[in-house]
């Protein structure tokens, strides 16, 4: 059972728009998510975070939004540019439990054009 | 600062080889961790290390063995290759701060099973 899930495998978007990924989670024992940003034939790059305690962060041109009676975060990347243009993993985990390691969802490509 | 270093970045095993992954890192981080990609499916645990000297299973660890040789070095080894560990590697470490736990990744290892 995928206890993060990302149901769009892809987005389209042009450069200067928004950007908006969505990632749904089941567990409500997550306390803190986390956003990566992964190149192809590179290792995946942390983006930006955010602690059950708060329902936004922002950091540039990346703000991630939570929502927990939801279960679901978002990223938004305002404005979108070509080098944007990547996987985008969310992941989660609970720092409180044993075995800390992150639950990563599928990815989501992010294809940005100029 | 190198962060999170992985050799080799690219092999070719047959079936029933065996070979060892290689990371190390230079943060001074407790954990250390061993993940797989593949296609549509994301980034899955293999083994975790939350400290040196201590291993534990992830979401995938068959067919695999870890060591934590110190506390920069994690490896992962593969006693008899099947083409369904054809995968791409990934080695991370993390640290925590204030309660938030972030984790590093390494370029990756991309591994073909013949």
């Known amino acids: 059972d995928q206890q993060v899930k990302q149901n769009s495998p892809s987005l389209s978007v042009q450069e200067g728009r928004i950007s908006i990924l969505n990632c749904d989670y089941t567990n409500s024992m997550f306390d803190y998510f986390l956003w990566y940003k992964k190149y192809p034939a590179e290792g995946p790059t942390f983006l930006i975070s955010i602690s059950s305690i708060k329902d936004k962060n922002e950091d540039g041109r990346f703000t991630v939004f939570l929502n927990k009676s939801a279960k679901h975060l978002s990223l938004h990347i305002v404005p979108s540019q070509p080098g944007d243009s990547a996987v985008y993993f969310c992941a989660a985990n609970n720092l409180y439990q044993a075995g800390t390691a992150l639950i990563f969802g599928k990815g989501t490509t992010l294809s940005v054009s100029s | 600062n190198a962060g999170v270093t992985q050799t080799p970045k690219f092999q070719v095993l047959k079936t029933g080889q065996s070979m060892t992954l290689q990371c190390a890192q230079d943060m001074n981080h407790n954990s250390m961790y061993w993940y797989r990609q593949d296609p549509g499916m994301g980034l899955r645990l293999i083994y975790y290390?939350?400290?040196?000297?201590?291993?534990d299973k992830g979401e995938v660890p068959n067919g695999y063995n870890v060591s934590r040789l110190n506390k920069r070095e994690f490896s992962l080894r593969l006693e008899s290759a099947a083409p369904s560990q054809t995968s791409v590697y990934f080695c991370a470490s993390s640290h925590e701060d204030r309660g938030q736990e972030t984790q590093y990744f390494g370029p990756g290892t991309r591994l073909l099973v013949l």
């Open positions: 290390s939350a400290s040196e000297g201590t291993t």
